[in-house]
């Protein structure tokens, strides 16, 4: 039986991947330059202290840029485009089939407390969720399981009792290792990577309703 669904936030809940890429996109252009997307790629889904973005750009780029005013340009450009960012298709159906169903909605995520938490507030979704699970709150992240092995903690619930709905590379292998039936939703960032490992893809939340996916993760119990 099937009694927790656990997302991801960036890229699966809003695409707020896209405005972090175009945003660094839109820097390494002004220096005639190209961000590599097998750079980005590795990326996706990570905490912000994976990889020094900023020292790489610094080294290879403009080694005389200030980079506290860089940092804070940069984040102002990214909010600037992210705060617009609507709800994507079929997320809030599926939080209301989810309570309806009587599942606990957790959420796991390499992000930040504030940039979840704000961006959820935002939407009027904060109240659905039992478990938010961010940057802060674990010592290790994406694509290691710790986060959603804390979130199914909170939730009380088992590994092959959830269902996990995520949009990088990163985030499917964190919830395989983890045990948790995954469902990809890849977003325009996402769409060219691989995501075979993954139980499941859709194009959208939009695609299949929950119901249908809660007796794809029951069957591929039987397995």
Not at 11 to 33: K, M, N
Not at 137 to 166: N, W
Request: with cysteine; proline share 7%.
């Amino acid at each position: 039986m099937i009694k927790a669904l656990i997302f991801d936030f960036d890229g699966l809940i809003i695409d707020s991947e896209s405005p972090e890429f175009e945003a660094w996109h839109e820097l390494f252009a002004e220096y005639g330059r190209e961000l590599g997307p097998e750079l980005w790629a590795d990326l996706v889904g990570r905490p912000p202290t994976h990889f020094d973005l900023y020292g790489y750009f610094c080294k290879h780029i403009d080694p005389v840029i200030e980079v506290e005013k860089l940092r804070q340009d940069r984040r102002a450009r990214v909010i600037a485009l992210t705060i617009t960012q609507p709800i994507l298709p079929g997320v809030e159906e599926y939080l209301q089939s989810a309570t309806a169903l009587g599942l606990r909605i957790g959420l796991a995520s390499s992000s930040t407390r504030d940039h979840v938490r704000g961006h959820l507030d935002r939407l009027k979704l904060l109240d659905y969720f039992h478990s938010i699970r961010c940057f802060e709150d674990t010592d290790r992240h994406k694509p290691d399981p710790t986060p959603y092995l804390k979130v199914l903690e909170d939730l009380g619930a088992k590994a092959d009792e959830a269902i996990a709905l995520e949009d990088s590379p990163n985030g499917v292998a964190a919830a395989k290792a983890a045990g948790i039936f995954c469902v990809a939703v890849p977003n325009p960032i996402t769409c060219r990577l691989p995501l075979e490992h993954a139980d499941h893809r859709l194009a959208s939340l939009a695609e299949e309703p929950l119901e249908k996916i809660i007796l794809r993760a029951t069957a591929n119990r039987g397995r």
